[in-house]
């Protein structure tokens, strides 16, 4: 078993991943494994709305976005992070996930997904409300925690003596560990994932 864990900020050993250590190791208490992608500093392609993806079966551009992707085909789980930026998630992992979540909506289907947060003082509860629409919109299961996933600091030392936010990073991974132990444990009893009606798009405009 694995979860997938992306971390959107620029700093490779900030806020956004002591939260995701966190993780990693109370996933590891129930043998589950993380593979972990950080983004990096450099720029990312946001969604053009070109449609390509709809008949290519993958974004056009071939970047993290696609690499992504291959990795949900056998990816248990997937946890999506941020450092808040003026009360939203790095502009780089909602270009991610705009991409993502269109070129590859069925593979989120019924997937546990989550997303955490880090800030300084305020912002989390938006930037993380901001992340939960792509996971809400795609059909994947969302694990709570015991208060919304997020963790306060301005550096990782920071982070560390949060002691409220490490532990419900801890609860959160206990959650998801549950949702894939219970959906590994559904399909070898033969319960039958929803069969999904055709989807029917309106607007307001009549």
């Not at 008949?55 to 941020?82: M, P, Q, R, W, Y």
């Not at 993380?128 to 792509?134: A, G, I, K, P």
């Not at 809400?136 to 208060?147: D, F, L, R």
């Not at 894939?180 to 307001?204: M, N, Q, Y």
Request: with cysteine; charged share 25%; net charge neutral.
């Amino acid at each position: 078993m694995s979860v997938l864990l992306v971390n959107g900020s620029p700093n490779r050993h900030g806020c956004t991943d002591r939260a995701f250590t966190e993780i990693t190791n109370q996933l590891k208490k129930h043998g589950i494994e993380t593979e972990y992608i950080w983004l990096g500093k450099g720029p990312v392609q946001d969604c053009i709305a070109c449609n390509k993806c709809q008949t290519e079966g993958k974004c056009v551009f071939d970047d993290i976005v696609n690499e992504i992707s291959a990795k949900l085909d056998t990816a248990d789980g997937l946890i999506i992070g941020s450092p808040v930026y003026y009360g939203g998630p790095d502009g780089r992992i909602t270009s991610i996930m705009d991409r993502l979540c269109f070129s590859a909506t069925r593979k989120f289907n019924l997937l546990p997904a989550a997303a955490i947060v880090s800030c300084r003082r305020g912002g989390g509860t938006a930037a993380y409300e901001r992340l939960n629409m792509y996971l809400g919109n795609v059909n994947a299961i969302i694990p709570a925690s015991q208060y919304w996933n997020q963790v306060h600091g301005f550096t990782a030392e920071d982070v560390e003596k949060d002691e409220e936010g490490l532990q419900t990073m801890r609860a959160l991974a206990d959650n998801m560990a549950y949702l894939i132990e219970s959906r590994r444990a559904a399909d070898k009893a033969g319960v039958k994932l929803p069969e999904r009606e055709a989807w029917t798009p309106t607007h307001f405009i009549r």
